[in-house]
């Protein structure tokens, strides 16, 4: 089966840490270009980090997360993370693994993330 499951979503104070975990299974996400979205309520969904397949470890990174946020892999383990730091209240959203090569695109079911005081 093939399927896309993130994990390590919760609620953080301003300033703080998450790290988010998304595992593939079915499928080997190296073949993919793979990455994080997020949505907030009433906002279009929009790409945070991405890997470009093909392209090595290089990364692409939303303006307003660059510098706090990272992206990684795990081939070994077919997961990609994002680790997040400094988090802002504006970073509060549902954020998702997406996987995407021609003719095939995976979504997660997402995981919520809550910057709040």
């Known amino acids: 089966q093939v399927q896309l499951v993130e994990s390590g979503g919760g609620l953080v104070q301003p300033g703080g840490s998450l790290r988010l975990s998304c595992a593939a299974s079915?499928?080997?996400?190296?073949?993919?270009?793979i990455g994080w979205f997020r949505q907030a309520p009433g906002k279009e969904r929009e790409r945070v980090s991405c890997f470009n397949s093909g392209d090595g470890d290089n990364a692409n990174y939303l303006n307003s997360v660059k510098g706090r946020f990272i992206i990684s892999r795990d081939i070994a383990k077919n997961t990609v993370y994002l680790q997040m730091d400094s988090l802002k209240p504006e970073d509060t959203a549902v954020y998702y693994c997406n996987a995407k090569r021609v003719g095939y695109e995976y979504w997660g079911q997402g995981t919520q993330v809550t910057v709040s005081s």
């Open positions: 079915g499928f080997t996400l190296e073949n993919y270009a």
